[in-house]
């Protein structure tokens, strides 16, 4: 844009640092008066239709400011109120699920301010096996710096995640986000979902096994009742003494019947293979008692166990 002055005969000349400054109306007009040569209190406030005291204000805003100074006796300018301190902007992802990227002066600036994290990057390599591209970095930094997590924390979730097979930075990343979506935020916490998520992806390649499932995808179904079987306490050996109930009874695997038995003996209250094979032993006792002793054990009703280990728990006689 191209401008022309047109300065007639006067010229005003101002500091330009009073261009910067955020004042009202009135002590704009003071300023520009003052640069024109109106220099008498009286003066001002007969052409500004206010106070001397007011006119007083507007020159001892600007004498603050220090864009002038006078020989006036002038009032100390009113404090100003305290700025409430900025709120923090959030920090914000570049996904929803994604630790921004540091530059590489930031990542060296956290490093510096830290002595603990190079610490940190030593053992988190030799944990993975292997050494951390600058990517790789990025986001283990940023575990510390964005997601606020402690360095036990961290060093806990990749001893993790490297026995469970997730051993890719991006997937540990975005489970370690999983993980504080789901409130657990503290070493302590992380320990004890950690000791849950491992029983269950340990008893699942021993499901596996039993049931003869090799190697393709587990159903949604399927995972649910091996966690439901973790949650009991129950390894492979319980698994598979109700595995073999469940073939001998239906003569198929099935993982939903297996699940009927087990859920009963939980019931029950039976923890370990002795009291379930005292279960089983009672159970064939009670067939032999009522003159079928052809029958096996292995072929019980799960409901007549049941049943059977419920009445000894609370002293009853068993019916026949």
């Not at 500091?15 to 003066?43: C, D, H, W, Y």
């Not at 695997?253 to 029950?268: C, D, G, K, V």
Request: glycine share 4%; proline share 4%; charged share 25%.
């Amino acid at each position: 844009m191209k401008v022309q002055w047109n300065f007639g005969g006067r010229v005003l000349t101002l500091p330009s640092a009073a261009a910067e400054i955020n004042a009202s109306a009135r002590q704009l007009r003071v300023l520009f008066l003052l640069a024109a040569g109106m220099t008498e209190l009286a003066a001002l406030a007969a052409e500004l239709n206010c106070k001397q005291s007011e006119i007083k204000e507007d020159i001892a805003f600007w004498q603050a400011a220090g864009i002038l100074q006078t020989d006036l006796s002038l009032p100390a300018p009113a404090a100003k109120p305290a700025a409430a301190p900025a709120p923090a902007a959030p920090k914000k992802l570049a996904r929803a699920d994604e630790i921004p990227t540091y530059s590489t002066e930031e990542l060296n600036a956290m490093l510096e301010r830290r002595a603990s994290l190079r610490a940190m990057i030593e053992e988190a390599q030799r944990i993975m096996g292997k050494l951390f591209n600058t990517y790789e970095i990025n986001i283990l930094l940023g575990m510390v710096d964005y997601l606020e997590l402690d360095e036990d924390y961290i060093l806990l979730l990749l001893a993790h995640c490297a026995r469970i097979e997730k051993k890719g930075m991006r997937t540990i990343e975005r489970y370690a986000i999983s993980l504080i979506d789901r409130g657990i935020t503290t070493a302590e916490a992380l320990e004890e979902q950690v000791q849950l998520i491992e029983a269950q992806y340990t008893l699942e390649g021993k499901v596996r096994a039993v049931f003869g499932l090799k190697s393709r995808s587990l159903t949604a179904k399927e995972q649910k009742l091996i966690a439901a079987w973790a949650s009991f306490g129950y390894g492979e050996e319980i698994i598979r003494r109700a595995y073999e109930i469940t073939v001998d009874t239906i003569h198929q695997p099935s993982m939903q019947y297996t699940n009927a038995i087990l859920e009963r003996w939980h019931a029950a209250g039976l923890n370990t293979p002795e009291e379930i094979d005292a279960a089983l032993e009672a159970e064939r006792a009670e067939r032999e008692k009522t003159g079928d002793a052809t029958a096996d054990f292995k072929t019980f009703d799960p409901n007549a166990a049941f049943e059977a280990a419920l009445r000894r728990s609370y002293g009853k006689p068993e019916t026949k």
